[in-house]
């Protein structure tokens, strides 16, 4: 099964690398990874979307929670969200194939954002299985390239945010002071809720 994992991490060097070898390290295969800063220059959010049964989904959730760089994560695959994806890609459209490669491009609401004489490039942004259908049915005119972000999700009705600053009940607690004196009280946290 396909699992969301939203995950608010602190925005410093070497915390991508410490969530992804959590994954690795079980043998867990992440299919897309989006991460971006949130509202708050000094937190990331990331989305991860990986396959795997729940049973190992959620002993990875327990060891993401006890990272010292990692403010909250939450599996939001069973809410009712949002989910998108941006994919750029570079599709054969000469003379003779340019109209049907625009049918295709406007059925999508796509855009075009660049115009050569043998070529197209668009963006098209959507749903996994939006973006998906739009790269089959462009297939047949010859694509050159493709780029995509991975899947990035929002729940429609609750908000990933930070612990209140000094309540340890819910897990890592994040305070203002400075990165070394935010993880170590992080870790006191989590020790504390074990």
Same mark, same amino acid.
């Given at each position: 099964m396909k699992h969301t994992i939203s995950v608010l991490v602190e925005n410093h060097f070497g915390v991508l690398n410490h969530v992804s070898g959590l994954f690795s390290a079980r043998g867990f295969?992440? #299919?897309?990874? $989006?991460?971006? !800063?949130?509202? &708050?220059?000094?937190?990331?959010?990331?989305?991860? +979307? $990986? @396959?795997?049964?729940?049973?190992? +989904? !959620?002993?990875?959730?327990?060891?993401?929670? %006890?990272?010292? &760089?990692?403010?909250? +994560?939450?599996? +939001? @695959?069973?809410? #009712?969200?949002?989910?998108? !994806? /941006?994919?750029? /890609? %570079?599709?054969? $459209?000469?003379q003779a194939t340019r109209n049907d490669v625009m049918q295709v491009v406007n059925t999508f609401r796509a855009k075009v954002l660049n115009v050569s004489p043998d070529t197209l490039t668009l963006e098209v942004t959507g749903s996994e299985s939006k973006v998906d259908a739009m790269l089959e049915l462009l297939r047949p005119f010859g694509i050159r390239e493709t780029v995509r972000t991975g899947v990035i999700a929002l729940s429609r009705n609750r908000e990933l945010k930070m612990p209140p600053s000094g309540i340890a009940a819910e897990g890592p607690v994040r305070k203002s002071a400075s990165k070394k004196t935010a993880s170590s009280s992080r870790k006191k946290a989590v020790s504390k809720a074990d």
């Open positions: 295969n992440i #299919d897309s990874l $989006a991460v971006g !800063e949130t509202e &708050d220059p000094t937190v990331s959010r990331m989305t991860i +979307v $990986a @396959t795997g049964d729940d049973r190992i +989904v !959620e002993q990875i959730l327990k060891q993401l929670n %006890k990272l010292i &760089d990692v403010i909250t +994560v939450e599996d +939001v @695959t069973g809410d #009712d969200m949002i989910d998108r !994806e /941006l994919m750029l /890609l %570079k599709v054969s $459209a000469d």
